[in-house]
């Protein structure tokens, strides 16, 4: 499947925020990426600011079209408010819970291992990044995988990261999912009700 493989630094300047991680820094410019960045600026349609906002989502998360917008349409099926119930899913994603724990660096590293067979759940090799993990699920690194100088460069420059949803026992390797994240825990500075409103048209 397609991934953005185009400069990461032009698409964290366009939405002012570090998208794919830390390392890449952002230019304080007050203009638009782009060789047209300095040009007149235009007001923005209503339409193209819920774009906008829907596409750094999908930056943010690592996720093509398609596949964000299945994703849409289920939270749209389950009980609670759409917005927040889409971005706890977005959250219990495997490739991403991989990352929260601090396994990886980036979604894009975390992506990686679980494809390789680096990451188990509850016990047996999943390779799938894009599956939704339940609370209760037990993410761990494959034993064999333990010693991978990635994997541990991670977790001594950064540590398990420490989010309220989430579990880590550094010595066994392994975190566990307790809750989905309520809407105040998520950290990332998206307006998820500027997504549903585009949907919704």
Known sequence: MARYTGP?????RRYNEPIFGDSKTLAKKNY?????????????????????????AKFIYGILERQFENTFHK??????????????????????????????PTRRAARQLVVHKHITVNGEVLNIPSAFLKPGDVVAVREKSKSLEAINNSLSIQGAKKYNWLEWDLKEMEGKLINLPPRQDIPENINEQLIVELYSK
């Open 32 to 56: 638009p990426a782009g060789q047209h960045g300095k040009g007149k600026k235009r007001k923005q349609s209503e339409y193209a600011v819920q774009l906008a906002e829907k596409q750094k």
């Open 8 to 12: 990461k630094t032009r698409i964290s």
């Open 75 to 104: 939270a749209s099926r389950k009980k609670g408010v759409t917005g927040e119930v889409l971005l706890q899913m977005l959250e219990s994603r495997l490739d991403n819970t991989v990352y929260r724990l601090g396994v990886a």
